[in-house]
T-cell receptor, first 117, second 112 residues
Framework: DSGVTQTPKHLITATGQRVTLRCSPR?????VYWYQQSLDQGLQFLIQ???????AKGNILERFSAQQFPDLHSELNLSSLELGDSALYFC????????????????FGEGSRLTVL | QKEVEQDPGPLSVPEGAIVSLNCTYS??????FMWYRQYSRKGPELLMY????GNKEDGRFTAQVDKSSKYISLFIRDSQPSDSATYLC????????????FGSGTRLLVRP
């Protein structure tokens, strides 16, 4: 158990809909990262937050948004969903703000599997 | 061209074999190199971490980094069925904008 909690584990929805994925980081970790994993694209970095502020942005679509709340949990909002958004969405946390840190370790949750029909 | 290239496999080997997993990359700014292991239906977990060039050994696992060739490797000795998983290489630079870039992963199957 990594200590990172993601909900829901599975989600099935229709095109055009909006969903919210939730992540609770490990106790004490201030950074939260969101990744998208699909069969053809591998693990793609979406966005990072540190202590409530956006720190780095990857290949995140404009239809997607995220935030980190004062209690450090994070939410990833996906709107106007398309078939191609079907993927595993991972949240990861670490104590580091930037750089790979001493250990380079990110602690991943078990993911939220989104299926768009 | 992707920043990090990794052969997706699958790679099937008999128990006890030596396994070699590899990644190439294009960004010369990468300084930190990692290997993550991902079991089916689970999130990735850190297996090995190295900084800059050189080798690092941990039990049956050895990670090698050749920055001049932009090539990293993970060797698994005496492979076990429990090593069956997807192995993802990951790397990042030294700037404050933290982006850990992953390879697409190599699926490994160790046959008993």
């Amino acid at each position: 158990d990594s200590g990172v909690t993601q909900t829901p584990k599975h989600l099935i929805t229709a095109t055009g809909q909006r969903v919210t994925l939730r992540c609770s980081p490990r106790s004490g970790d201030l950074s939260v990262y969101w990744y998208q994993q699909s069969l053809d694209q591998g693990l793609q970095f979406l966005i990072q937050y540190y202590n409530g502020e956006e720190r780095a942005k990857g290949n995140i679509l404009e239809r997607f948004s995220a935030q980190q709340f004062p209690d450090l949990h994070s939410e990833l909002n996906l709107s106007s969903l398309e078939l191609g958004d079907s993927a595993l969405y991972f949240c990861a946390s670490s104590v580091w703000e930037g750089g790979a840190g001493v250990t380079g370790e990110l602690f991943f949750g078990e993911g939220s599997r989104l299926t768009v029909l | 061209q992707k920043e990090v290239e990794q052969d997706p496999g699958p790679l099937s080997v008999p128990e006890g074999a030596i396994v070699s997993l590899n990644c190439t990359y294009s960004n010369s700014a990468f300084q930190y190199f990692m290997w993550y292991r991902q079991y089916s239906r689970k999130g990735p977990e850190l297996l090995m971490y190295t900084y800059s060039s050189g080798n690092k050994e941990d039990g049956r696992f050895t990670a090698q980094v050749d920055k001049s060739s932009k090539y990293i490797s993970l060797f698994i000795r005496d492979s076990q069925p429990s090593d069956s998983a997807t192995y993802l290489c990951a790397m990042s630079g030294v700037d404050s904008s933290y982006k850990l870039i992953f390879g697409s992963g190599t699926r490994l199957l160790v046959r008993p």
